[in-house]
């Protein structure tokens, strides 16, 4: 049976996307991320699926990319920011190299300036960050194998930081 060989989960703007490219780039090996492929497949930004369908309808469709995603690839995988609050997503990604990127709020704020272009972030962007982080923290912290702190490092030192956890080396 094929895996990935790493995947990362973490909050939005945590740099699942930028890091992996990176470790993939690093590692010989493809970069995917489910997000981007939601977007490829319905031709829309991810805001517009939400405003449009709501969030069940893109939890649907995230579930879907996942479970696709992890049986297809075998490079760098990135999951979107809520993957993980699906139960069978949890369950899938068991036994695997899920690196869990954390950060804190006022790295948010820095990265991604909690703006409304992320939707489940319109109002009181600073609380709302927070209020997900303390829902889905235990769930990240369940499906990781190792947990890297983003906070205060660039791209290069977090990918080497998820090298060294799941010891493994550049190709």
Known sequence: MS???IVLVG???SGKSTVGELLAHRLGVAFRDTDADIVAAQGREISDIFVEDGEDHFRDLERAAVRSA???HTGVLALGGGAILDGG???LLTGLPVAYL???VEEAVKRVGLNTARPLLAVNPRRQWR???DARRPLYTEVARV???TDDRTPEEVAQAVLDALELKDA
């Open 70 to 72: 992890v049986a297809e």
């Open 147 to 149: 947990v890297v702190a």
């Open 102 to 104: 954390s950060m804190d």
């Open 11 to 13: 909050p939005m703007g």
């Open 131 to 133: 209020e997900l982080m």
């Open 3 to 5: 895996a990935p060989l």
């Open 89 to 91: 997503t949890r369950e």
